[in-house]
């Protein structure tokens, strides 16, 4: 939704303009502020610097979908000496942002395993850096035999021990023709640099 002058006022509800005039998207009088104010006091501290991760040959990122989405596919950003490394929910997408294997759960599983591989490499990881895996099925009755089978085979495939903390959540997926999705979270040792 892109907010003007012109729409703010036919399209928002009372209670929109109420929380995006809190917010200071909007003044009181109800006219878009182009960018919010950024506070700069002595009081603040800086944000912690972060560099998105991303694998354009296996999948694009979300903003040039289609129908376009706001996040980074992987965000990426020191902790001491550690790298912490979050990846967005990632489905079987491909470098045009288009389903891959509609109706097909377990290529679909595959291909949600090789977009986080590649976005694993982009970042200078590998499966063993991987602490915590959660994982979305659309249909986890149905499903679930499937998806642990493949997950089982992939982790012996690459090796993994130990395996990451798991959870598997039933849930509805943004697009109906996708049936598994998974979100990530990974640690490497600080001097490790991301692939050129």
């Keep these: 939704m892109t907010i003007s002058k012109e729409n703010a006022a036919v399209t928002l509800s009372r209670g929109e303009r109420a929380e995006m005039t809190a917010l200071g998207l909007l003044t009181p009088e109800g006219e878009c502020v182009l960018a919010p104010s950024k506070s700069t006091g002595a009081d603040v501290a800086p944000p912690v610097e972060k560099r998105s991760i991303t694998a354009p040959s296996v999948l694009n990122e979300a903003y040039r979908y289609p129908r376009p989405s706001s996040f980074s596919r992987g ?5 001491g000496d550690k790298t912490l490394l979050l990846i ?5 997408v491909d470098e045009s942002g288009l389903t891959v294997h509609a109706g097909d759960f377990r290529a ?8 986080i591989t590649e976005l694993l490499n982009a970042a200078g990881a590998t ?3 991987m602490v915590r895996t959660t994982y979305y099925l659309r249909d986890i009755e149905r499903d ?3 998806f642990n089978e493949i997950r089982t085979a992939f982790f012996a495939w690459v ?10 959540i039933q849930a509805r997926l943004c697009r109906e023709d996708l049936l598994v999705e998974m979100e990530a979270i990974a640690v490497i040792a600080s001097p490790r640099s991301p692939a050129e």
């Design 75 to 79: 965000i990426r950003f020191e902790l």
């Design 159 to 168: 090796g993994l021990d130990p395996l990451p903390a798991s959870t598997g």
């Design 108 to 115: 679909q599983c595959w291909r949600m395993y090789r977009n």
């Design 144 to 146: 679930y035999g499937d």
């Design 88 to 92: 967005s929910g990632t489905a079987s």
């Design 127 to 129: 499966w063993h850096d």
